[in-house]
């Protein structure tokens, strides 16, 4: 029987911990809890989009490579969906790059701009795949959380989680190179208002930092919120790359289908990176996405999809008041922070040992999915370990999914009466 080489890993990959979907998605299949962890809709994406993508498959010209920067035609669909939002005519021959996925965008970004060293200012909670990006690219994340300012006993609305601006500039060292702004936010639901954004665009200016502003939830927020664009506020996009996604606006998830908008110069080396990384992104799927965004405004797309994300948001909001279990209700994105200090998970539960050495709100998902049958997500995973503390209270559920779902979660959700700590 043979066995395998023992040949080290490189110190890129090998301090990663064992990641929370790694944990969760098993143990949710496992159980058959109903899933509302991970940020994956469980229905199909709108027919005008599936159905372009099947025409495009058959067509030869759509199954061979792509541009780098991305198919003209989805460039050009970019460019006009999105120059009445960024107040100036985008050009899509250099200031769009479409990426695989805008995880993968972020990396390219992080790829064309990091050194050995060079910091990156990340305000927690953060996508946890950041971290990531940003080591592997030789860089070093510097944390500032987004602390709750309202009471957590009560619901409380997203926008009371606050930045502080004067905590936030002490982070930044000569060392500094990038702040990442994610708005609407995961898994907060925030979305920035202008004042907000000024500060934050404000200081990148004063300290010369470039902004990557991750706004891949910008067609998903709530009335009567707006989405501001840091991008379009007192110049800064001279210094500000955005990130979309056509997973997140399609409910596509799965295609990978990103894209960079900022000015020509900020971009190129972004492209340059990409180009190294992936080449080019699937050729067909860029079809679809780019017919997707010719279509959804005539059939109202967006504003129909946000109405029944509304819908959903407030279908699993019910129950947690039913519960008297306080969230953070969400002005955007598809996530509810719940606070669940008030559960009382039994004392003599037995854990698995990996669970031993992670925060509070490990072991309470990990008991929600086993025992209750619904996965959440233990927001501590989008926070650095000394910061831990401030989010172990809480759990992240995704409404992201059909109403049977929602309600096949909420009636298993009940179950929690009998645990819940009366005050």
């Not at 899933?35 to 010209?61: I, Y």
């Not at 907000?196 to 939830?217: C, F, M, P, Q, T």
């Not at 209700?329 to 200090?341: A, E, K, R, T």
């Not at 992240?396 to 700590?421: G, Q, S, V």
Request: hydrophobic share 40%.
């Amino acid at each position: 029987m043979s066995t395998s080489a023992n040949i080290p890993r490189s110190e890129r990959v090998a301090h990663f911990e064992q990641d929370v979907w790694s944990i969760f998605t098993p143990l949710a299949l496992e159980c058959q809890a109903v899933n509302l962890g991970q940020g994956f809709m469980n229905f199909s994406p709108p027919e005008f989009v599936t159905e372009a993508a099947r025409e495009a498959v058959l067509r030869n010209d759509c199954n061979q490579y792509s541009h780098p920067k991305g198919r003209p035609r989805l460039r050009n669909a970019l460019a006009k969906s999105y120059s009445p939002l960024f107040n100036r005519q985008l050009d899509p021959e250099t200031e769009i790059v479409v990426t695989a996925g805008a995880n993968e965008g972020i990396f390219s970004v992080f790829a064309g701009y990091l050194d050995q060293g060079s910091e990156v200012i990340l305000m927690e909670p953060f996508f946890d795949q950041y971290i990531s990006n940003i080591t592997m690219n030789g860089g070093v994340p510097v944390y500032c959380p987004i602390r709750p300012k309202g009471d957590t006993s009560k619901d409380m609305a997203a926008s009371e989680w606050k930045i502080d601006i004067e905590e936030l500039e002490s982070k930044i060292t000569p060392r500094s190179k990038i702040i990442v702004l994610n708005t609407p936010h995961n898994p907060i639901g925030k979305v920035f208002s202008q004042e907000e954004l000024e500060e934050i665009g404000a200081l990148a200016e004063k300290h010369n930092l470039l902004i990557i502003s991750d706004e891949v939830y910008d067609r998903l927020y709530f009335n009567p919120k707006s989405h501001e664009r840091i991008a379009t506020l007192k110049g800064f996009w001279e210094r500000t790359i955005t990130v979309g996604s056509g997973g997140k606006t399609f409910g596509t998830t799965g295609w990978r289908v990103g894209w960079l908008i900022g000015p020509k110069a900020l971009v190129e080396p972004a492209l340059a990176a990409h180009t190294r990384i992936v080449f080019c992104v699937n050729s067909p799927l860029q079809e679809a996405i780019a017919i997707g965004f010719e279509k959804a405004d005539e059939l109202g797309f967006f504003g129909s999809q946000v109405g029944a994300y509304e819908h959903k948001r407030e279908k699993l909001l019910s129950v947690f008041r039913e519960l008297g279990l306080p969230c953070t209700i969400p002005d955007g994105s598809y996530f509810i922070l719940v606070n669940m200090d008030k559960v009382q998970v039994p004392k003599d539960y037995v854990f698995p040992e990996l669970l031993h050495s992670r925060p509070k709100d490990f072991r309470t998902c990990y008991w929600l999915t086993k025992e209750i049958g619904v996965c959440a997500i233990p927001p501590t995973e989008f926070y650095s370990k000394p910061n831990r503390v401030l989010a172990e209270d809480f759990a992240r559920f995704a409404f992201c999914k059909t109403d049977e779902t929602l309600d096949a979660a909420a009636e298993r959700l009940l179950k929690l009466k009998p645990y819940i700590k009366q005050i």
